[in-house]
């Protein structure tokens, strides 16, 4: 069967560093890209970024460009998220999701998630 | 950047037609797709491409798409049916891929 397991809740102080990961199983996992969407409590969804494990071609979201870093591993089939120094908005419920392997053009969509992953930043 | 617009709630009875708008500049020349999520959980795929049910999602929902106006359809919609839905699409430059604000169905 086809997931996305994510790693488990985090409890972390402001200025910590923290890498949070997206194991992908059951499909190729170095042909599908592996987005970050951020929920913040209470609110919506943001996109956050996107990575192709086949090359790591990794594209941001203006909004989140230089306060995050994704990455891969694909020899262990993960896509990570990682801060250099976590701040109280950070807390947040962070998803992975994968992109079809074929979409149109720029229409990307995401069709399995994660479970999620929550962040809990606070002194 | 970028803002797709939705309402932030619907409310129908059971068995009544819940549909739910997201508005945005660029819909003419670009996607709609639209997530489920219920409480607690992950968001999930129920339409993508304007009108495409993936496989395993209820043929009560569809999907439909006219100017900068999209439209989630549920005929029929069930109590388990409630949850928050949102629009997720790209401006016309490629620059923002943004998700609506939500709108919460309550079936009740």
């Known amino acids: 069967e086809v997931h996305l397991v994510q790693s488990g809740t985090e409890v972390k102080k402001p200025g910590e560093p923290l890498k949070i990961s997206c194991k992908g199983s059951?499909?190729?996992?170095?042909?599908?890209?592996i987005a970050w969407v951020r929920q913040m409590p209470g609110k919506g969804l943001e996109w956050m970024g996107i990575?192709?494990?086949?090359?790591?071609?990794?594209r941001y979201s203006p909004s989140f460009q230089g306060q995050i870093t994704i990455s891969v591993d694909k020899s262990i089939r993960t896509a990570f998220l990682q801060w250099n120094r976590l701040k109280d908005s950070d807390t947040a419920t962070y998803y992975c999701?994968?992109?079809?392997?074929?979409?149109?053009?720029?229409?990307?969509?995401?069709?399995?998630w994660g479970r999620g992953t929550l962040v809990i930043v606070s002194s | 950047s970028y803002e797709l617009t939705q309402p932030p709630s619907v409310s129908v009875s059971p068995g009544q037609t819940a549909r739910i708008t997201c508005s945005g500049d660029?819909?003419?020349?670009?996607?709609t797709h639209w997530y489920q999520q219920k409480s607690g959980q992950a968001p999930g795929l129920v339409i993508y491409?304007?009108?495409k049910r993936p496989s395993g999602i209820p043929e009560r929902f569809s999907g439909s798409s006219s100017g900068t106006m999209a439209t989630l359809t549920i005929s029929g919609a069930q109590v388990e049916d409630e949850a928050d839905y949102y629009c997720?699409?790209?401006?016309?430059?490629?620059?923002?891929?943004?998700f609506g604000g939500g709108t919460k169905l309550t079936v009740l």
């Open positions: 990575i192709y494990p086949g090359d790591s071609d990794t």
């Open positions: 059951g499909y190729d996992f170095s042909s599908y890209w």
């Open positions: 997720y699409s790209i401006d016309t430059s490629g620059d923002h891929r943004v």
């Open positions: 999701a994968r992109r079809p392997m074929i979409v149109v053009g720029e229409n990307w969509y995401f069709d399995l």
């Open positions: 491409e304007d009108t």
């Open positions: 660029a819909l003419p020349k670009r996607y």
